[in-house]
């Protein structure tokens, strides 16, 4: 395994919608194994494939609390609701951290890093985290849908 670079706003990648993802292979395999190092080495808890330059309908979740490691290729949101408003920050703009309102529950479809489609359910943080990847993939920014912005101060609470 290797460590990607993570790529920084404002570049192209990070506001393109991605392709999906036709070939599953160990070279697919292998770069989702390069991604969740990646993630846990930068302390992320998502991260998806244009933030390592890769133009590509994949994404990787582990939110730290037990509940494993998450891979969503080409995932689609087909059930949510609630609301929930709470922190983001993103690996791509370190440093920034704002309040976003989104869905309190997702049930998302996707294929896992063979190709076989699966539904999950989320709720809470988990939930928040798979959203704000999924935008990743379409070229949506969680600054984009900033509430407000935390100062420094906030943050060391």
Same mark, same amino acid.
């Given at each position: 395994?290797?460590?990607?670079?993570?790529?920084?706003?404002?570049?192209?990648?990070?506001?393109?919608?991605?392709?999906?993802?036709?070939?599953?292979?160990?070279?697919?395999?292998?770069?989702?194994?390069?991604?969740?190092?990646?993630?846990?080495?930068?302390?992320?808890?998502?991260?998806?494939? @244009?933030?390592?330059? +890769?133009?590509?309908?994949?994404? *990787?979740?582990?939110? %730290?609390?037990? =509940?494993?490691?998450?891979? #969503?290729?080409? @995932?689609?949101?087909? +059930?949510?609701?609630?609301?929930? *408003?709470?922190?983001? %920050?993103?690996? =791509?703009?370190?440093?920034? #951290?704002?309040?976003?309102?989104?869905? +309190?529950?997702?049930?998302?479809?996707?294929?896992?890093?063979?190709?076989?489609?699966?539904?999950?359910?989320?709720e809470g943080f988990f939930a928040r985290a798979i959203q704000h990847e999924i935008d990743?993939?379409?070229?949506?920014?969680?600054?984009?849908?900033?509430?407000?912005?935390?100062?420094?101060?906030?943050?060391?609470?």
């Amino acid at each position: 395994m290797s460590r990607l670079e993570i790529v920084k706003y404002p570049a192209e990648v990070l506001t393109t919608r991605c392709a999906l993802v036709q070939t599953f292979d160990k070279q697919l395999s292998s770069f989702i194994n390069d991604m969740f190092e990646t993630m846990e080495q930068a302390d992320g808890v998502g991260l998806a494939a @244009p933030q390592v330059n +890769e133009s590509k309908q994949i994404a *990787v979740v582990d939110i %730290g609390d037990g =509940s494993g490691r998450f891979v #969503f290729i080409n @995932p689609v949101i087909i +059930e949510e609701r609630g609301e929930q *408003v709470g922190p983001e %920050g993103c690996l =791509s703009f370190p440093g920034l #951290f704002g309040e976003v309102k989104r869905s +309190e529950y997702v049930k998302v479809r996707a294929q896992n890093r063979k190709g076989k489609t699966f539904v999950l359910e989320a709720e809470g943080f988990f939930a928040r985290a798979i959203q704000h990847e999924i935008d990743h993939l379409h070229g949506i920014l969680f600054t984009e849908k900033v509430i407000r912005y935390y100062q420094d101060d906030e943050l060391q609470s």
